[in-house]
């Protein structure tokens, strides 16, 4: 027996189908997915709201979470950031400590390379040259 009934289906939504789960002369009860939409086809704006009702449920789901699980999560939370922080205070006094370190070691390169170029440079005149080399021969 074959039912005369028809329906006009309607959708809450435009897209390309992925999936048809029914087959021609299937029974099928209240709330049955016949059909299911290809999710790269389906609208920005709904898939926005997909993603932010599962991070809705989510946060209600936490929520439900007992007392002290939610508390040690939020202890746990905490001892992170405090981590974060003590890094980050701790390597600008380090990076501070490295960049003075720096700056002492070009001056003393520099001091070395101003002494350095002296003991090149000659001091006296060609004369005074002359007769030290010529008392060194004596």
């Not at 946060?59 to 746990?76: F, G, S, V």
Request: aromatic share 2%.
């Amino acid at each position: 027996m074959r039912s005369n009934q028809s329906a006009t289906l309607t959708w809450q939504t435009s897209g390309k189908v992925a999936v048809i789960n029914g087959v021609k002369d299937q029974v099928v009860t209240a709330n049955t997915i016949l059909a299911s939409l290809d999710q790269s086809s389906l609208s920005p704006n709904l898939i926005l709201a997909q993603a932010q009702l599962a991070n809705d449920k989510k946060a209600l789901d936490d929520l439900m979470i007992p007392k002290p699980r939610r508390l040690r999560r939020w202890q746990a939370l905490d001892s992170a950031q405090q981590a974060l922080d003590d890094y980050t205070t701790n390597f600008q006094l380090t990076q501070a400590q490295a960049q003075i370190a720096l700056a002492n070691a070009t001056d003393a390169l520099t001091t070395a390379q101003n002494k350095r170029a002296d003991l090149n440079t000659v001091h006296g005149s060609q004369a005074q040259i002359d007769t030290a080399k010529r008392m060194s021969c004596r």
